[in-house]
């Protein structure tokens, strides 16, 4: 978002308390959603939850074009589309809700910094994963991604769209670690996370911040998606105090608020239909 | 251990020991880590072993070339500036180093390679300037194009475009990680404790390229400077690890600098000009003979001296 | 280079004319063109040998249809009208640049005392013509770069390719055309192309990459053009501030379908005729070959055209349209009809009537429009006999209406959907007519029948195109 259009929504976002039809967009649950989109749109969820506030998902098979970004999710609230949780964290502080006002400057860089670190390492391991693996992404990324088109645009969509994601992997320097690099490099942000979480139940002692809506996010989708191999989950799973970190926002935030399968995080161990 | 290991990286101008990022944080990292290694400055990115610099030639192990390669293969090599870093700490080094990649990266990138102004004035003088003949003519803009299309990868919007609009977008990202940093960094000399660690290596490799190239306009510049706490981590750096370079520049004040350069561009300008101009006017004339417009003839003028030439020039093609 | 061919009075292959020797008791005349007064009408000839100079790649058998007919003249004049005839088919073909006709008399020993040998000169077109323009229009410029090749395998066959480059978006297109030897009113198209457009009213942009096959032939009086065309659709938003029910169709999608149009067309001159009616219908069926989109979208334009006292012309237009979903998808945005403009109900914006969602508008599924237009010289006819004649004064009534209707209910409550809440408008301009494809039209209108979310253009409406209502 360019910095003249944050301000002007940060104005208007200012003005309107947050309504009751705030909707969320993402691709389709069943057949369309990747890894990669699951998980930013749970961490957006899960930030939203743990501000007390409600928002109806809705599945699209063309959001991902539909957003302003394009990338997912994105949510309409009033007449304002916001799509990515660092924009969204600023549209709520617009609007009076924030998480991490009680932090303090040192607090904030680092929780800025590990929210990078997912960024950076995470989500590009889980891109790397789907669309640079062959085998992933023959067996399982691209017959998703093209579902909802018909021949002969589901082709060319996947193609088209695994084409980029590629160029971007060697931009940034990826292109060139094979799979068990980028298995390794999981591993180790993986234990930079647990060792800054540590004992504490969120990153930042009592209370959760934007940076555990993420990581939620990104370690539950891990854990619950099955994939050609389970080594991406048996690499979070060897952190056990990842592991009871996200049980535990899921109990706190999402079994124990609504249970309709909607928004449940319930049912995300998606089983057959992504092997 | 084996005979030292050869870095090749980019050459230094400016007081730095180099203008690239990735190669300053590499011989930053390696000072830290008292690391034997033979330099090469060069710059021709043809002739690094890996085709890109910074790039490291060991004896056993082949050649690597991102930072991130390089520093592991040289703990490898168990010349580990980390080895004091507590896991917390070393932690946050993975996050602060994504930090600066995902946000200060593409807009040092604009403001090296993106921006007209900057691009024209210093980026492509410097290449052109230190790269050898022939490939100062056509590397620069390729280098341009690149690092154009990398952020344009990296920030995931294939329209961005040199203008105000990215400018802005870039620069809030950029202002506000510095602003992080300095907050991170506090009132300490390093980052972690009394020691420098690779992270310090990578500030440093992202913030002395913006402390100490004059850039006609950048926004970073006029922040980075207002930042103290970060302008004197970076200077310690140069003065501490780096004496030598500090040292060359000594007897050459900035403004000598300046004119230096001006001066230095000024005959070259002239030359070229005259050069442009003779050849020129030589083609004209090898045309105008060849094709007859015009023709010398030898007249023999009865009456006077001998052999008289006199060239008439026909206005009539022949 | 030249082929000189000779055609005898054998019968000619395939649809060749039977013909027979005319053998009458004439004189030699070997002045034809001398004005002498003597009844050349009456006299008899025999056109022996028919030559064509100048071929290079064009096939020989191709021509033959066109030039068949002379062989059947009886006397003189016929031959030269129906080489003339002959001559225009030929222009018509599009192969070549110059044809010139040769009327002589026979000679060589076969030769009859009545005979006629008549030589068609031509010069074909060159194999590759370029053409390079420079474009500049809404806040775009753009470079087009256009290649010809007429005449590609030798039977007319023609090649064509646009490249636009433009500041903001590039488009293409390649297409093939050929028609059916001996009869070049049916042929066979094959065009790809991508294009893209711009629409502010919606803030839609849309991008089309697209692969069609034509088949044209007339029944009688009637054109019929039959079309596949396979279209992979992309729509965006045009700018931040779209309306989200156009964001809602931003993506990608696949149209194929098949479609007929007819046409029938009696006027004197596509612009500003004088007499004359025009029937156009149109019907495409999408989906049932593939595809996202499924519709069957029906449209229909008529025209009528009178000519009253004094060199005035009275015309009428109607237009309809409707698009009938199939399934539970719904509608796309680049399905739906549009209404309003300078090219249609004058005295409202551009396309600007009808359902729309924050200043965004939608379009709709059925739609009418009608004109009544009134078009006289212009007062005191300045110019006349120049340039004053393609200006035309018009005084217009237009009226029309865009709904999107509830497929439920029942034929009685769809007519009364669009009879209620009709726009409509009236008023006086100056027309000007451009070549024969375009006019341009400078008005004052007022609208009437405005519905809220409508957008009017109260006063002077310029406007420029093809198609006007």
């Known amino acids: 978002m360019s910095l003249a259009a944050e301000a002007f929504v940060s104005q208007i976002a200012a003005a309107e308390p947050w309504p009751e039809n705030a909707t969320l967009y993402q691709p389709l649950r069943e057949d369309q959603i990747l890894l990669s989109d699951c998980a930013s749109s749970l961490a957006v969820q899960a930030y939203l939850r743990m501000l007390g506030l409600p928002v109806r998902v809705h599945c699209r098979a063309n959001a991902e074009y539909m957003s302003p970004s394009g990338k997912v999710p994105f949510i309409h609230v009033g007449n304002q589309v916001v799509s990515e949780l660092g924009t969204i964290v600023q549209f709520t502080r617009a609007k009076g809700h924030s998480l991490s006002d009680s ?32 085998n992933t992404a023959a067996e399982i990324t691209r017959p998703r991604y093209s579902s909802p088109y018909s021949w ?22 990826w292109a060139g670690k094979s799979l068990e690099q980028v298995y390794e490099d999981v591993s180790q942000c993986c234990q930079a996370l647990s060792q800054r979480l540590g004992t504490q139940p969120f990153f930042f002692n009592k209370q959760p911040t934007e940076l555990d809506a993420l990581v939620f996010g990104h370690l539950f989708t891990i854990l619950t998606t099955r ?22 926002i899921e109990q706190t935030y999402f079994e124990s608020q609504d249970r309709d399968s909607q928004s449940g995080a319930l049912d995300f161990s998606k089983g057959p239909s992504l092997m | 251990m084996a005979a030292p290991s050869e870095l090749f990286c980019w050459k230094g101008s400016w007081g730095l020991p180099s203008v690239d990022t990735d190669s300053l944080i590499v011989l930053a990292y390696a000072r830290f880590a008292g690391t034997p290694l033979k330099v090469h400055k060069i710059s021709n990115p043809w002739r690094s072993p890996t085709g890109s610099l910074p790039a490291l030639k060991t004896k056993e192990d082949g050649s690597f070339s991102q930072p991130s390669k390089i520093i592991i293969q040289l703990r490898k090599q168990k010349y580990n500036a980390d080895y004091d870093l507590s896991a917390k700490e070393g932690a946050d080094t993975l996050a ?79 202002l506000e990680c510095m602003n992080l940093l300095s907050q991170r960094l506090g009132s300490n000399r390093f980052f972690f404790g009394d020691s420098p660690s690779s992270l310090d290596a990578y500030v440093f490799g992202y913030l002395a390229p913006l402390l100490k190239i004059r850039l006609p306009s950048s926004k970073l510049q006029q922040h980075l400077t207002a930042l103290e706490n970060l302008t004197t981590f970076c200077s310690n750096i140069l003065s501490l690890y780096f004496p030598d370079e500090n040292q060359e520049r000594i007897g050459h004040p900035a403004s000598n600098v300046q004119e230096g350069s001006n001066f230095d561009r000024e005959p070259y300008k002239r030359r070229k000009q005259l050069l442009s101009v003779l050849v020129a006017v030589a083609a004209m004339l090898g045309y105008a003979f060849l094709t007859g417009i015009v023709a010398i003839e030898h007249v023999k003028e009865e009456g006077l001296t001998g052999n008289t030439t006199s060239t008439d020039l026909n206005d009539e093609e022949e | 280079m030249g ?160 490249f636009s480059y433009g500041t903001k978006e590039t488009s293409y297109g390649l297409s093939f055309f050929k028609p059916q030897a001996g009869n070049f009113d049916r042929s066979f198209s094959i065009n790809l192309y991508k ?75 596509p612009i500003l005729p004088k007499k004359g009616a025009l029937l156009k219908i149109n019907q495409e069926l999408a989906g049932y070959t593939g595809g996202d989109a499924r519709f069957l979208k029906e449209d229909f334009e008529i025209q009528l055209n009178q000519r009253l006292f004094w060199d005035s012309v009275l015309s009428a237009s109607l237009w309809g349209g409707l698009l009938l979903p199939f399934g539970d998808k719904p509608t796309s945005i680049a399905d739906r009809f549009y209404l309003g403009g300078p090219t249609s109900v004058r005295g409202f914006s551009m396309y600007s009537i009808g359902p729309q969602s924050e200043g965004d508008y939608l379009g709709g599924e059925v739609y009418w429009a009608g004109g ?98």
């Not at chain 1, 800025?112 to 391991?125: D, G, H, S």
């Not at chain 3, 005898?8 to 027979?20: A, F, I, V, Y």
């Not at chain 3, 010289?377 to 237009?398: A, S, V």
């Open chain 1, 103 to 134: 932090l303090d400057d040192v607090q904030r860089a680092e929780m800025k910094a590990y929210m990078e670190l997912v960024n950076n390492m995470l989500l590009t391991a889980e891109m790397y994963i789907q669309w640079c693996d062959e």
């Open chain 3, 372 to 469: 009544l237009h009134l078009y006289t010289p212009l007062p005191f006819r300045p110019g006349r006999g120049g340039f004053g004649d393609l200006f035309r004064t018009h005084f217009f009534l237009n009226a029309g209406n865009l709904c999107n209707l509830n497929y439920g209910e029942g034929p009685r409550a769809h007519l009364s959907r669009l009879a209620e809440c009709i726009r409509w408008s009236y008023g006086a301009g100056i027309v000007l007519r451009l070549g024969n494809i375009a006019r341009l039209e400078l008005n004052y209108c007022i609208p009437m029948g405005v519905q809220s979310g409508d957008r009017i253009c109260d006063g002077v409406q310029f406007g420029a195109g093809i198609r006007f209502l």
């Open chain 2, 96 to 174: 602060f180093i994504s930090l600066l990649e995902e946000k200060l990266m593409p807009a040092l990138i604009y403001a090296l390679w993106i921006d007209p102004k900057n691009y024209a004035e210093v980026t492509r003088h410097w290449h052109a300037e230190n790269i050898c003949f022939p490939l100062n003519f056509f590397l620069p803009s390729r280098m341009q194009a690149q690092q154009l299309d990398r952020v344009r990868l990296m920030r995931g919007n294939s329209t961005l475009e040199a203008g105000e609009e990215a400018e802005k977008e870039l620069y809030s990202d950029a």
């Open chain 3, 3 to 162: 082929t000189v061919h000779a055609r005898s009075l054998d019968p000619l292959p395939m649809h060749g004319p039977e013909l027979g020797v005319q053998a009458d008791d004439l004189d030699v005349g070997e002045t034809e063109y001398e004005p002498q007064q003597e009844v050349l009408e009456n006299r008899d000839v025999v056109v022996q040998h028919v030559h064509i100079d100048g071929l290079g790649r064009t096939k020989e058998d191709f021509l033959t249809y066109e030039i068949a007919d002379v062989f059947r003249a009886k006397n003189l004049i016929d031959v030269m009208k129906k080489s003339h005839d002959a001559r225009q088919r030929m222009l018509r073909l599009g192969l070549f640049r110059q044809v010139e006709v040769v009327i002589d008399t026979s000679h060589g020993e076969d030769a009859l005392p009545n005979g006629l040998d008549v030589t068609f000169e031509v010069k074909e077109l060159r194999r590759l013509t370029g053409s390079y323009n420079t474009m500049v229009g809404n806040n775009e410029g753009s470079m087009v770069l256009g290649l010809k090749l007429p005449n590609v395998f030798g039977r007319a066959e023609k090649v064509t390719f646009q």
């Open chain 1, 152 to 173: 002969p645009l589901n082709h060319i969509l996947a193609y088209q769209k695994q084409w980029e994601v590629r160029r971007k992997m060697n931009a940034i320097g």
């Open chain 1, 227 to 248: 994939l050609t191999s389970d080594e991406l989950m048996e690499k979070v799973k060897s952190y056990s105090n990842l592991l009871s970190f996200c049980r535990r």
């Open chain 3, 195 to 269: 294009v893209t457009g711009q629409f502010p009213w919606s803030s839609l942009r849309e991008t089309d990459r697209g692969f069609s096959t034509e088949y044209s032939f007339p029944i009688w009086k009637t054109n019929h053009t039959l079309k596949w065309e396979g279209v992979w659709r992309e729509l965006g938003c045009l700018a931040r501030t779209a309306s989200f029910a156009v964001r809602q169709e931003s993506g990608h999608s696949l149209k194929s379908s098949l479609s007929h149009a007819m046409v029938i067309d009696t006027r004197n001159s």
